[in-house]
């Protein structure tokens, strides 16, 4: 199983990105789907998750970013707006995967830096 992110990049603060994950290989069922960001010097940090329909967000991103996903696609994206350079960070996605019945393990895509300029 591989989660490979794409669509980081630089932007202007106030300027927009959408950043895409897609599971691949040997999946029998996907749960939880999210994004989690990690800046210079600082942890690992959730961002967005989505679960059985249901979404959660950190406050500091509420109301800009959005999180979806197609499951047809076993794809997780994430809509950010109105970046600010707080927001600059290496974004990771995270999977909870079942491979194997009955076995979920989490999964870590990549990481894909998000830089937004002042």
């Known amino acids: 199983v591989q989660l490979q992110a794409s669509g980081g990049g630089l932007v202007q603060a106030g300027g927009s990105l959408r950043l895409s994950c897609v599971a691949s290989g040997s999946i029998f069922s996907i749960n939880a789907m999210g994004w989690y960001r990690q800046a210079p010097g600082g942890q690992r940090d959730l961002v967005a998750i989505t679960r059985g329909g249901s979404t959660d967000y950190a406050d500091s991103v509420k109301g800009r970013f959005t999180i979806s996903r197609d499951n047809a696609k076993n794809t997780v994206y994430l809509q950010m707006n109105s970046l600010k350079p707080e927001d600059t960070a290496v974004y990771y996605c995270?999977?909870?995967?079942?491979?194997?019945?009955?076995?979920?393990?989490?999964?870590w895509g990549q990481g894909t830096l998000v830089t937004v300029s002042s």
């Open positions: 995270n999977a909870r995967i079942q491979a194997t019945i009955p076995v979920w393990n989490d999964y």
